[in-house]
């Protein structure tokens, strides 16, 4: 096919498209992507400038990226669609409607950034009008993210009851996601691909293949140098490939990309081949690494050189005209500037702004009808009562899925009827895809990233996901999604988007065989990361009603259920009504005294309980709080406390060294000193792993007689 057959192919596929850059007549389409292109490329020469007049602070650009970017931007809808770009998609937002001015407020680090109010590095887009979501630094974390934006379209189509909750969704909205060749090695690049091909997700992912990934070229990342052949064979996958420095090829071959999503037939892989002019950002010099003549063959296909060329040589535009977009353009840019240069970056007091939701407060009074409890029927356990929970909440609000490692009953529903049904390693989730359905309650594939980063996208969505994670032990697959994005969403983007959504996590030891891998404590790793609150019952009823506000607050929530006390007689409760709730951050007084005080949580309360009343038996009186929750804690409860005994034990199940513990103590120690009779005194867990020999297990983990021995020395102070 000539170049003019396919310009006048494209033209007629632009007057028929539905997106609004392309209702524009015959040619103007074409001129207009020029524009884009010139724009994009323009804008960061602009920041390259005032980059080296130390005017802002960082740079890294777009360049060569400009005609698959733009095209994707004409085949998809502004507002309609959902897009999960990265950092070189700078021409990809400015075709979707983004301004120059928007991105130099960015590079500048104003507040009048939608990006992020000056939160984030320039080109980490966002814009909550044009549905691009926030984006962050780590490579490859947006791709799960988008699969659970599409999944959440997904799921709405099957669960009526939700379509009267929300309503932003379109039969035939597409998700897009973008990254580079080097994003390709990610293990969450292979986990986005499978769950969007065995769903037949409408996403697309476009790969940007310039080459390099910062120095490293692609025949070093990728197996055979060409990741598009390695996924031929996922099924439902529409896979093309084209020069991404070609407009109009690109063009052609996105909208193929995108019609197929939006007949539901499955997700789409673009990977188009473009270049990097420029070095990967201007903290590196690619001149270290690429030779002249590869750097020379490069800009031979420069796009934007390129595209204005082919609209002079078929008469869509003279160079005078041509001349007078780069005049109006550069003019533009240099006024955008100024402008940007002349806004003001965000007061010091904001800093801590958005951290958590400024509008649902969970340590509030509206969370707190712990005092009228009314209980009834027989005493459950801990797994009872949140199984309860669960039960009634997904009946309250049908935009609860539960997802998992066997969480569901039974996968193959066709056998729900013949099976008892898994419904979790503890059965904590059975008989919940029985009451609320296969499309509400399913299990995801064995790898925690996808089940965090899923939850991710559908929370963005409007969706209420409670995901569990088998074994805290088992977390750390998922740290880059929960420390870096479930977290950071809502502060990065200055409160634009949010991803309100509860992990369940079994933790803890005490088991008799739970070994290093089924065993381990580690909360403090999660308690120091702003915005992700931490929660931590010791019993059943604590557990119903701290996790109803853990689904019915704004905020992402760390659910932490210990195993050993799932089952517990001690613990039990009879059923607390449908509206109970414990607010965060108030600890629980378990037991009164007035000697010293124990502060704990989890499994070491009822063996600080069988201490105290131990040393009862020798004279000492000894207060034991509960502090329940971690991330907020009930500070308040610990003054109280120790003015009161001025003797007070920390005690936990993390690691002596770096515990949780340690912050409670040196805040006691700082803010209450002139109180205290005699040092803090901490029992936790020794420094190491816990063993599989239960009596190398009782020697790490403590015990109520190390609790007991610590109540006498203090005493004895």
């Given at each position: 096919?000539?170049?003019?057959?396919k310009?006048?192919?494209?033209?007629?596929?632009?007057?028929?498209?539905?997106?609004?850059?392309?209702?524009?007549?015959?040619?103007?389409?074409?001129?207009?992507?020029?524009?884009?292109?010139?724009?994009?490329?323009?804008?960061?020469?602009?920041?390259?400038?005032?980059?080296?007049?130390?005017?802002?602070?960082?740079?890294?650009?777009?360049?060569?990226?400009?005609?698959?970017?733009?095209?994707?931007?004409?085949a998809?809808?502004?507002?309609?669609?959902?897009?999960?770009?990265?950092?070189?998609?700078?021409?990809?937002?400015l075709?979707?409607?983004?301004?120059?001015?928007?991105?130099?407020?960015?590079?500048?680090?104003a507040?009048?950034?939608?990006?992020?109010?000056?939160?984030?590095?320039?080109?980490?887009?966002?814009?909550?009008?044009?549905?691009?979501?926030?984006?962050?630094?780590?490579?490859?974390?947006?791709?799960?993210?988008?699969?659970?934006?599409?999944?959440?379209?997904?799921?709405?189509?099957?669960?009526?009851?939700?379509?009267?909750?929300?309503?932003?969704?379109?039969?035939?909205?597409?998700?897009?996601?973008?990254?580079?060749?080097?994003?390709?090695?990610?293990?969450?690049?292979?986990?986005?691909?499978?769950?969007?091909?065995?769903?037949?997700?409408?996403?697309?992912?476009?790969?940007?293949?310039?080459?390099?990934?910062?120095?490293?070229?692609?025949?070093?990342?990728?197996?055979?140098?060409?990741?598009?052949?390695?996924?031929?064979?996922?099924?439902?996958?529409?896979?093309?490939?084209?020069?991404?420095?070609d407009?109009?090829?690109?063009?052609?071959?996105?909208?193929?990309?995108?019609?197929?999503?939006?007949q539901?037939?499955?997700?789409?892989?673009?990977?188009?081949?473009?270049?990097?002019?420029?070095?990967?950002?201007?903290?590196?010099?690619?001149?270290?690494?690429?030779?002249?003549?590869?750097?020379?063959?490069?800009?031979?296909?420069?796009?934007?050189?390129?595209?204005?060329?082919?609209?002079?040589?078929?008469?869509?535009?003279?160079?005078?005209?041509?001349?007078?977009?780069?005049?109006?353009?550069?003019?533009?840019?240099?006024?955008?500037?100024?402008?940007?240069?002349?806004s003001?970056?965000?007061?010091?007091?904001?800093?801590?702004?958005?951290?958590?939701?400024?509008?649902?407060d969970?340590?509030?009074?509206?969370?707190?009808?712990?005092?009228?409890?009314?209980?009834?029927?027989?005493p459950?356990?801990?797994?009872?009562?949140i199984?309860?929970?669960?039960?009634?909440?997904?009946?309250?609000?049908?935009?609860?899925?539960?997802?998992?490692?066997?969480?569901?009953?039974?996968?193959?529903?066709?056998?729900?009827?013949?099976?008892?049904?898994?419904?979790?390693?503890?059965?904590?989730?059975a008989?919940?895809?029985?009451?609320?359905?296969?499309?509400?309650?399913?299990?995801?594939?064995?790898?925690?990233?996808?089940?965090?980063g899923?939850?991710?996208?559908?929370?963005?969505?409007?969706?209420?996901?409670?995901?569990?994670?088998?074994?805290?032990?088992?977390?750390?697959?998922?740290?880059?999604?929960?420390?870096?994005?479930?977290?950071?969403?809502?502060?990065?983007?200055?409160?634009?988007?949010?991803?309100?959504?509860?992990?369940?996590?079994?933790?803890?030891?005490?088991?008799?065989g739970?070994?290093?891998?089924?065993?381990?404590?580690?909360?403090?790793?999660?308690?120091?990361?702003?915005?992700?609150?931490?929660?931590?019952?010791?019993?059943?009823?604590?557990?119903?009603?701290?996790?109803?506000?853990?689904?019915?607050?704004?905020?992402?929530?760390?659910?932490?259920?210990?195993?050993?006390?799932?089952?517990?007689?001690?613990?039990?409760?009879?059923?607390?009504?449908?509206?109970?709730?414990?607010?965060?951050?108030?600890?629980?007084?378990?037991?009164?005294?007035?000697?010293?005080?124990?502060?704990?949580?989890?499994?070491?309360?009822?063996?600080?309980?069988?201490?105290?009343?131990?040393?009862?038996?020798?004279?000492?009186?000894?207060?034991?709080?509960?502090?329940?929750?971690?991330?907020?804690?009930?500070?308040?409860?610990?003054?109280?406390?120790?003015?009161?005994?001025?003797?007070?034990?920390?005690?936990?199940?993390?690691?002596?060294?770096?515990?949780?513990?340690?912050?409670?103590?040196?805040?006691?120690?700082?803010e209450?000193?002139?109180?205290?009779?005699?040092?803090?005194?901490?029992v936790?867990?020794?420094?190491?792993?816990?063993?599989?020999?239960?009596?190398?297990?009782?020697?790490?983990?403590?015990?109520?007689?190390?609790?007991?021995?610590?109540?006498?020395?203090?005493?004895?102070?």
């Amino acid at each position: 096919m000539n170049t003019d057959t396919k310009v006048l192919k494209l033209v007629r596929k632009a007057e028929s498209s539905h997106t609004t850059a392309t209702e524009l007549p015959d040619h103007k389409l074409l001129v207009e992507m020029y524009r884009t292109m010139y724009l994009s490329r323009r804008l960061d020469d602009k920041e390259i400038q005032l980059k080296g007049q130390n005017r802002i602070f960082f740079q890294i650009s777009g360049a060569g990226h400009e005609a698959i970017l733009v095209a994707a931007g004409v085949a998809l809808k502004a507002g309609y669609d959902w897009f999960y770009p990265y950092y070189r998609d700078r021409a990809l937002c400015l075709q979707l409607g983004m301004t120059p001015l928007e991105q130099l407020l960015s590079a500048v680090g104003a507040e009048a950034d939608p990006n992020s109010h000056g939160r984030q590095m320039p080109s980490h887009w966002g814009h909550k009008k044009l549905n691009i979501v926030s984006q962050s630094s780590p490579t490859g974390t947006q791709l799960l993210q988008a699969v659970g934006c599409a999944e959440a379209s997904y799921r709405y189509e099957l669960v009526p009851e939700l379509q009267k909750r929300i309503s932003t969704f379109h039969d035939d909205e597409v998700t897009y996601v973008s990254m580079g060749d080097g994003t390709s090695s990610e293990g969450e690049f292979w986990e986005a691909l499978n769950t969007a091909s065995n769903l037949k997700l409408p996403v697309v992912f476009l790969i940007e293949d310039n080459g390099y990934a910062i120095s490293v070229p692609v025949e070093v990342q990728t197996a055979g140098g060409d990741v598009s052949r390695l996924v031929e064979n996922f099924p439902s996958l529409y896979l093309q490939r084209c020069d991404g420095t070609d407009a109009i090829e690109s063009l052609e071959t996105m909208r193929r990309a995108v019609d197929y999503c939006r007949q539901r037939k499955g997700p789409a892989l673009v990977h188009a081949k473009v270049i990097r002019p420029y070095s990967h950002s201007l903290s590196d010099d690619e001149k270290l690494y690429r030779p002249d003549e590869e750097r020379a063959s490069d800009a031979e296909r420069d796009p934007v050189k390129r595209f204005g060329a082919l609209l002079i040589d078929e008469g869509v535009i003279d160079q005078d005209g041509l001349q007078q977009i780069k005049n109006e353009v550069d003019a533009l840019v240099n006024e955008a500037a100024e402008i940007a240069l002349a806004s003001p970056q965000p007061a010091r007091e904001t800093a801590t702004q958005y951290v958590f939701s400024p509008d649902v407060d969970p340590a509030s009074k509206e969370f707190d009808t712990e005092d009228n409890v009314q209980l009834s029927g027989n005493p459950g356990t801990m797994v009872d009562l949140i199984n309860r929970c669960l039960d009634t909440e997904m009946a309250r609000d049908p935009r609860i899925v539960i997802f998992g490692e066997d969480v569901a009953d039974c996968s193959r529903e066709q056998y729900l009827e013949a099976v008892k049904g898994k419904g979790g390693v503890f059965k904590v989730t059975a008989n919940l895809q029985r009451r609320h359905g296969g499309a509400r309650v399913f299990n995801s594939p064995l790898a925690e990233a996808n089940i965090v980063g899923r939850a991710i996208g559908m929370a963005t969505r409007g969706f209420k996901p409670v995901v569990e994670i088998q074994f805290f032990d088992y977390i750390w697959p998922a740290m880059h999604q929960i420390r870096n994005e479930l977290a950071l969403l809502r502060w990065r983007s200055g409160n634009e988007f949010k991803a309100p959504l509860v992990i369940r996590v079994p933790i803890g030891g005490y088991l008799k065989g739970g070994a290093v891998y089924h065993s381990q404590s580690g909360v403090s790793t999660f308690t120091q990361i702003p915005g992700l609150r931490v929660i931590y019952p010791s019993n059943a009823l604590d557990a119903n009603g701290l996790l109803r506000t853990a689904i019915r607050c704004d905020d992402p929530v760390l659910f932490c259920e210990h195993k050993h006390l799932y089952r517990q007689a001690y613990n039990k409760s009879a059923y607390p009504n449908d509206e109970f709730m414990i607010p965060f951050g108030k600890a629980k007084k378990v037991r009164e005294g007035t000697d010293l005080s124990i502060i704990t949580y989890g499994a070491l309360v009822q063996r600080s309980l069988v201490a105290a009343k131990q040393m009862e038996q020798e004279g000492i009186s000894v207060e034991i709080i509960d502090l329940r929750s971690l991330v907020p804690f009930d500070w308040d409860a610990i003054a109280e406390t120790v003015k009161k005994t001025n003797k007070v034990i920390v005690a936990h199940e993390d690691s002596l060294s770096w515990g949780y513990g340690s912050e409670i103590a040196a805040r006691i120690t700082d803010e209450l000193f002139e109180y205290l009779d005699a040092p803090v005194k901490r029992v936790c867990a020794l420094d190491t792993f816990v063993a599989y020999a239960p009596q190398l297990e009782d020697a790490i983990l403590p015990q109520a007689s190390d609790v007991a021995k610590a109540i006498s020395e203090l005493k004895s102070y």
